[in-house]
């Protein structure tokens, strides 16, 4: 087992199991007829979230700098082999995702590079089975499967225009990012556009997905890997090479794709200088080559501004060698081993952190309406309990009096039913009006208004306008989306505080609807893209670039977060009608309940110590239910808090380190 290997499995066995506490408490809330169908569903949502959870983790670097051969160090040793092609100059062309999913056989898919002409995104064209190239893997052979893999670096020759039809930036000398000319004047292009390697490993299985990038030539010309793939990965490692030193263009890379300059923190950050065993001079004394490694170390950290901690000095070329051939002290001299650790508890926590507060957040409602449920049954048991107790030796006109009492009750709560189911009405009204402001169909028309302008701009300054102000009206739209809700939030203030009132219902507030997470993430894509226009002095041959990077990239996510606002606002209206309707049908069985035992004991059908026995046998059995409640509710909030498995984790990580 590597280090990597046992800090996952440590966060493998936390998520199931809180997989499985959460499936025990949707059974016995089942069990328990406390869950209606809407909180089955919910619960259903939550599991399912946590059952194909997956955790990204991305390799960038300039060209040649070890990535694919630091992931077959790192995930591949054990295949014996060299799984990803990794040789000198350009290797990887496209960008490979490497993930398992078990219910299909392994193989790898591959995209042609024409598909960039169609504009469609890389994440569109996912779901098109017929658009990619599939390849099996004969896993049992590892020479087969190096063989297969040899695709994602597969070239092609294609006329300069068709480059240029396709998006690519075509590099006039050598020494230039960009597509290479060829002496017969064609432009050589990688083959594929992306790759999905799906492959049977331990990790990959859990959930992993390792993302290995091209060098900066190509990555300059995906932007959805740079603004989509990258920034939500959990844990980006930079690699750079010893021998290379930092150089201008790394520095580039590192800042305009992976250090955040804004919060200065880089967590699931990575710095990696690697082919330390260059400096592996057998002439020199050990403490001389430390000194070497050690003065390169500082200087890398000194030129990406990173503590001299973060960065890790490793030669993945001999970690594999020595992986494959058990040599126990090679691996330790290629300080792989100190990575892979940074490397689990940087991403692994990182990761399990968002699993915990999303968790958190929607068990915390389902838990406070429960116990909202069960509050509001104790209390009417025990409201039934006083009002039958107080018949005692009462004569035939009390109980008549009681009963005609509980009848107005009942036809009280029955109005105020009916007005209920009015203001419903206006609720739906409401909430019409809040799906009107994040209809997809509004954006997709901003953002063809700003496409036309910006495609009959002249000059960087009209771009960066157009940009500015298609940020600008997204965000005055969710703006809108905030008022909206707030409204619909007010609205139904006003009909739970009446219920109060009138009934003597529990005492709930509904939730605000929030568009803090969405402006957010509006404003950082806004960031980004304007950071990534700014370092640029653009040719008018260049700015249709520009403008297809930007459709390619910012307005999909910009459609994205619509999207997502929608699902949000949709189980937000939901929950805030939900806890009212449970109450309401709970209070309509109480008074039913209390009209019938009283209409029993008028015609002494039945007797009074009989009823109150029955009583309150019903109000122990909500009792026991309320302590079994609590008891589930705390095994899951340990789990949350990482008690129990915390320290059966890393207790399992220390006794084998
Ligand atoms: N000496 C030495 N060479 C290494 C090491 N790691 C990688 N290399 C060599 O460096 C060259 C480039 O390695 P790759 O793994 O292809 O690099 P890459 O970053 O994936 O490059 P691209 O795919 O072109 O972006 C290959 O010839 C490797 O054998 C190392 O630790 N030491
Ligand atoms: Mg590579």
Redesign the pocket.
């Known amino acids: 087992m590597t280090n990597i290997d046992q800090h996952f499995e440590a966060y493998s066995s936390w998520r199931q199991g809180l997989f499985k506490a959460i499936t025990d408490f949707r059974g016995w809330l089942q069990g328990q007829e406390l869950a209606d169908v809407q909180v089955d569903q919910r619960m259903e949502q939550i599991l399912s979230t946590l059952r194909d959870d997956k955790l990204y983790v991305a390799f960038v670097?300039?060209?040649?700098?070890?990535?694919?051969?630091?992931i077959n160090a790192i995930f591949f040793a054990s295949f014996g082999q060299r799984v990803?092609?990794?040789?000198?100059?350009?290797?990887?062309m496209c960008p490979t995702e490497l993930q398992y999913d078990k219910g299909s056989a392994p193989h790898i898919r591959l995209l042609p590079i024409e598909t960039r002409a169609s504009g469609s995104s890389v994440s569109e064209l996912r779901a098109f089975g017929e658009e990619w190239t599939t390849i099996p893997l004969d896993i049992d052979s590892p020479e087969k499967v190096a063989q297969a893999l040899q695709h994602i670096a597969e070239i092609k020759k294609v006329a300069k225009d068709v480059a240029q039809s396709m998006g690519l930036h075509i590099a006039e000398e050598e020494t230039q990012n960009g597509m290479h000319l060829t002496d017969d004047g064609l432009v050589e292009v990688p083959k594929w556009r992306h790759a999905i390697i799906n492959f049977p490993h331990p990790l990959l299985e859990q959930g992993l997905v390792i993302l290995?990038?091209?060098?900066l030539n190509a990555l300059g010309t995906e932007p959805e890997l740079t603004l989509s793939l990258l920034p939500s990965a959990h844990a980006v490692l930079f690699?750079l090479?010893a021998?290379a030193g930092v150089t201008k263009s790394d520095i580039q890379v590192w800042h305009d794709y992976i250090a955040n300059p804004k919060h200065g923190a880089n967590k699931g950050r990575i710095a990696v200088l690697?082919?330390?065993?260059?400096l592996w001079d057998e002439l020199k004394k050990p403490e001389e080559i430390e000194r070497e490694i050690r003065r390169q170390m500082e200087e890398t950290a000194r030129h990406l501004g990173i503590d001299l901690h973060s960065v890790y000095p490793?030669?993945?070329?001999?970690?594999l060698l020595a992986k494959v051939k058990g040599d126990k002290k090679l691996v330790e001299r290629s300080r792989i081993l100190d990575l892979e650790d940074a490397l689990g508890q940087e991403m692994i926590p990182h990761k399990r952190d968002i699993v915990r507060d999303n968790t958190e957040g929607d068990m915390g409602d389902l838990i406070k309406a429960m116990r909202l449920l069960i509050t509001q049954r104790l209390r009417g048991v025990h409201e039934h309990l006083g009002e039958i107790g107080s018949l005692n030796g009462k004569n035939q006109d009390v109980i008549d009096h009681m009963m005609s009492k509980v009848k107005v009750d009942k036809e009280a709560f029955e109005k105020s039913l009916m007005r209920f189911q009015a203001t419903r009405s206006i609720f739906s009204q409401q909430t019409n009006v809040l799906y009107t402001h994040l209809n997809l169909k509004n954006v997709d028309r901003l953002i063809a208004e700003t496409k036309r302008d910006m495609e009959s701009s002249m000059t960087t300054g009209g771009l960066k306008t157009c940009m500015t102000n298609f940020f600008r009206q997204s965000q005055a739209t969710m703006d809108e989306v905030a008022k909206q809700a707030n409204e619909i939030k007010e609205l139904m203030e006003g009909v739970y505080k009446k219920f109060q009132e009138d009934h003597g219902l529990t005492n709930v507030k509904p939730k605000a609807f929030s568009v803090m997470k969405y402006s957010r993430e509006l404003k950082r894509l806004e960031d980004k893209h304007m950071q990534v226009l700014s370092g640029m002095s653009l040719l008018m041959s260049e700015q249709n670039t520009v403008i297809r990077k930007f459709f390619d990239s910012a307005v999909g996510k910009v459609r994205a977060i619509y999207a997502m606002a929608n699902r949000d606002a949709d189980n937000w209206l939901k929950t805030i009608m939900s806890p009212m309707e449970s109450q309401v049908r709970e209070h309509q069985i109480q008074l039913r309940r209390r009209l019938e035992s009283i209409k029993r004991i008028h015609k002494a059908s039945d007797t009074l110590e009989d009823r109150l026995k029955e009583l309150e046998h019903v109000r122990d059995g909500i009792r026991e239910q309320d302590k079994a409640l609590e008891a589930q509710v705390q095994s899951i909030t340990r789990l949350l808090n990482f008690e129990s498995t915390e320290e059966a984790g890393f207790a399992g990580v220390e006794q084998s380190a």
């Open positions: 670097a300039e060209f040649s700098r070890g990535k694919s051969e630091l990803l092609p990794s040789s000198a100059g350009r290797t990887t290995d990038t091209p060098g690699i090479a021998d690697n082919k330390i065993d260059g490793v030669s993945a070329q001999k970690a």
